[in-house]
DNA sequence: TATGGCATGTCAGTATCCTGACATAGTATT
DNA sequence: AATACTATGTCAGGATACTGACATGCCATA
């Protein structure tokens, strides 16, 4: 009867692993795993706040604001100082930003197929809607 | 049709989200979860490496180090300063570690459990599987 | 034997992310 | 209108993990 590991640490194995494989891919283009998810986010949700953007990426708004500090040293996303209404400050993709994106989403895309290649497409769906329900349990 | 997440997204998502909640159960025994895990290891394998303990969590090993100091200085795990043969120091719980460990292992299974409570049982066992295939197509 | 390769432990420096705190702007409540 | 509440952005400080480098001890191979 061999060592039955508990899906928690199962979990956290998976995600390290996807995570480092993903680095890898992304050094090329001076990229890390949380810039690219900020990236990534900007360009589903265009003049998000960063505040948002960090509960999208599952950091604090302190790191996200150093982040996108960063990316906007780079010329990848931009933000205007101050807006008439409100306080939070919306978040854009530059056209670099776009681009730099792209090539990273084709980078992301193979390794997660990948990292989904045992497995049917039937069973990625199983997958999906189990660690949804995981997500929604912790809730 | 709604935005349908990538499966790296709700596979972060789900591990972020279960480390939070153990991180909070784990507060009252000033116990950091990687610190947890470091005392799991130790149970399951006694006399373990400190470089070893490090790939069994995931972290470098002048991270492991660094960590194992706390829990030295905390008298949850003893060490030898030298051995006769080889180089690796043996790593075991102390019988106070050992109890740490006990009460944040009950902490841990409940979270667990609540992570898992919305699935069948036949599907945790899938749930398990198909994790594992992942890590296995990306190792 | 001796030489190279590999694993372990350790030191130093850096990067990243976190917690705590505060000011500001909008919203809800009384 | 006045007050409390929430959300956002920001500053400061600290905790944690990382990369790079080096010495030491085992092992395989020539």
């Known amino acids: 009867m061999p060592y039955q590991p508990p899906?928690?640490?199962v979990l956290k194995q998976a995600q390290s692993l996807l995570?480092?494989?993903m680095e890898q891919e992304l050094v090329p283009l001076r990229l890390t795993v949380s810039q690219y998810s900020c990236l990534h986010a900007l360009k589903r949700e265009p003049g998000i706040s960063a505040a948002a953007l960090a509960r999208s990426t599952f950091?604090?708004?302190?790191?996200?604001?150093?982040m996108l500090q960063l990316l906007l040293d780079r010329g990848l996303v931009e933000r205007p100082e101050s807006v008439e209404n409100g306080r939070a400050l919306p978040t854009t993709l530059t056209a670099e930003g776009a681009n730099v994106l792209d090539a990273a989403q084709t980078r992301v895309?193979?390794?997660e197929r990948r990292m989904l290649s045992g497995l049917q497409h039937a069973d990625q769906a199983a997958l999906s809607r189990m660690l949804s329900a995981c997500v929604?349990?912790?809730?």
């Not at 950091?59 to 150093?66: A, E, F, L, P, W």
């Open 59 to 66: 950091v604090t708004r302190q790191s996200m604001n150093t």
């Open 19 to 21: 995570r480092l494989r």
């Open 7 to 9: 899906i928690g640490y």
């Open 109 to 111: 895309d193979e390794v």
């Open 136 to 139: 929604n349990a912790l809730s």
